[in-house]
């Protein structure tokens, strides 16, 4: 299995700043794509930025040129910079990664999850 542990997430006022972090542990071959959803209430869970194992990125359109993402492949770690925060960012953030995994009917991509960190940003 693979574990996702997040941290970085809190309360904070609009136009501020919190960076996020996710850390994988676990059994695999390798980690391919990391990234970052999130879940406002009564909303889907949307993709927010990603990031493959060769620096390919992805953003969402509304935090493009204010998010940030990063990883440190040698620690299986991503980052998420967040900059000039709206209200609208409020929600839970998810950590997301695609492992690669030497199971019992060969190598396979499976998808995991963290827990969730909560983003407030008030107005």
């Known amino acids: 299995q693979v574990q996702l542990v997040e941290s970085g997430g809190g309360l904070v006022q609009a136009g501020g700043s919190l960076r996020l972090s996710c850390a994988a542990s676990?059994?695999?071959?390798?980690?391919?794509?990391m990234g970052w959803y999130r879940q406002a209430p009564g909303n889907q869970r949307d993709l927010v930025a990603s990031?493959?194992?060769?620096?390919?990125?992805n953003y969402a359109d509304s935090v493009k040129g204010r998010f940030t993402i990063s990883r440190d492949n040698a620690k299986n770690t991503v980052y998420l910079q967040m900059n000039s925060l709206k209200s609208e960012d409020t929600a839970v953030y998810y950590c997301?990664?695609?492992?690669?995994?030497?199971?019992?009917?060969?190598?396979?991509?499976?998808?995991?999850w963290g827990q969730g960190t909560q983003v407030t940003v008030s107005s």
């Open positions: 997301y990664c695609n492992a690669r995994r030497n199971t019992y009917f060969g190598i396979r991509d499976y998808d995991y």
């Open positions: 676990g059994s695999f071959v390798t980690i391919n794509t």
């Open positions: 990031i493959t194992s060769g620096g390919a990125l």
